[in-house]
């Protein structure tokens, strides 16, 4: 029997941690398997830096949720009265347009936050000022960056996670795959083949349907991958009315 070569590496993988499938007990674990065969993402040196965190806001698939504040009530209303007082001027900073603010809120029932993350524009570059998982649900808990290190650090992994989460279950399979298919089927029962926004949009219908139909029998099917493993993100998109 010849054994492809990512099979002999995934042997290799298993080997080097017995007991595997499991969790990872620490980040350096993950690091050792990109050693053995996958190839090291570039974001793995810097993921824990807060530009890179806050540069994510700018150029990544949901760019288009940071606003600037414009009003002290959009920070009012989901941070605790004097959390940010003792490190900045807040009119000040926001009559100086220097604060942004992106704010997730995620339907009930699903296990994952609501964050707000409140941004500075600072002579560094843009930076996270203030972490709140769950002002929707009345949380009071506030991370700042000088906090324990991880605290700081979990924190900004659950406003990924639920941006993440986002952008699979809204902004890609909604407002893309779903959104589309329908966008698809008008267009070709009501365009001519010879309209202009016919031969625009057309290229971009390709395997459109097929790749949804797919999805439904395989990925989102009662225990696909996709219910596995993503099912918060599922339930969100299949919560959006």
């Known amino acids: 029997m010849i054994l492809s070569e990512g099979y002999v590496m995934f042997k290799m993988l298993l080997n080097r941690f017995p007991g595997l499938p499991r969790r990872?007990?620490?980040?350096?674990?993950?690091?050792?398997?990109?050693?053995?065969?996958?190839?090291?993402?570039?974001?793995?040196?810097?993921?824990?830096?807060d530009q890179h965190f806050a540069q994510q806001r700018l150029n990544q698939c949901n760019s288009s949720l940071i606003r600037r504040v414009d009003n002290i009530?959009?920070?009012?209303?989901?941070?605790?009265?004097?959390?940010?007082n003792a490190i900045v001027d807040v009119n000040a900073a926001i009559e100086g347009q220097q604060f942004y603010f992106t704010n997730i809120n995620v339907p009930k029932g699903l296990t994952i936050p609501s964050p707000f993350v409140l941004f500075e524009v600072t002579e560094d570059g843009i930076l996270p000022v203030a972490i709140n998982l769950n002002p929707a649900n009345g949380g009071q808990l506030v991370f700042q960056p000088d906090d324990a290190p991880n605290a700081w650090r979990l924190a900004k992994m659950w406003a990924n996670l639920a941006d993440a989460s986002m952008q699979l279950s809204v902004t890609h399979l909604g407002l893309t795959h779903v959104l589309m298919e329908g966008i698809a089927i008008c267009v070709h029962r009501n365009l001519s083949s010879r309209h202009p926004i016919y031969k625009l949009l057309v290229p971009h219908f390709y395997y459109t349907l097929a790749i949804n139909e797919l999805a439904r029998e395989t990925l989102f099917k009662s225990g696909g991958i996709s219910r596995q493993y993503y099912e918060h993100s599922i339930s969100w998109s299949f919560a959006i009315d």
Do not use: H, M, R
Request: glycine content about 8%.
């Open 73 to 84: 009530d959009q920070i009012a209303d989901n941070l605790p009265d004097g959390v940010l």
């Open 24 to 49: 990872w007990l620490f980040l350096g674990e993950i690091n050792t398997a990109y050693q053995i065969y996958f190839k090291t993402p570039s974001g793995n040196i810097n993921w824990e830096n």
